[in-house]
Nanobody, 114 residues
Framework: QVQLVESGGGLVQAGGSLRLSCAVSGDIRTINVMGWYRQAPGNQRELVARITTIGITNYAASVKGRFTISRDYAKSTFYLQMNSLKPEDTAVYYC????????WGQGTQVTVSS
């Protein structure tokens, strides 16, 4: 069983930055893929960024160049650094971990004001 606890959401003005954190219970090295998803009201949940065990990253086209996914094995935590935020980035952000099963965090609200 893997538990994910997110933190770091909040309200920020357009052009600002936020860093989301996802603390993973147990050894993060056993996670095959770590990712961040988001869901805005009325929209489906969408992939924002993901990173594999060997460090391969993928980003949604809408965030490429602005967001960065990273991980810290010592802290068993992975992150989403979000820069140059736009109002359209407003959503609930969820962290995700894939091992044998798929696990989700509880979600954290990110609101970007214009």
């Amino acid at each position: 069983q893997v538990q994910l606890v997110e933190s770091g959401g909040g309200l920020v003005q357009a052009g600002g930055s936020l860093r989301l954190s996802c603390a993973v219970s147990g050894d993060i090295r056993t996670i095959n893929v770590m990712g961040w998803y988001r869901q805005a009201p009325g929209n489906q949940r969408e992939l924002v960024a993901r990173i594999t065990t060997i460090g391969i990253t993928n980003y949604a086209a809408s965030v490429k160049g602005r967001f960065t996914i990273s991980r810290d094995y010592a802290k068993s935590t992975f992150y989403l650094q979000m820069n140059s935020l736009k109002p359209e980035d407003t959503a609930v952000y969820y962290c995700n971990a894939e091992r044998v099963n798929v696990y989700w965090g509880q979600g954290t609200q990110v609101t970007v004001s214009s």
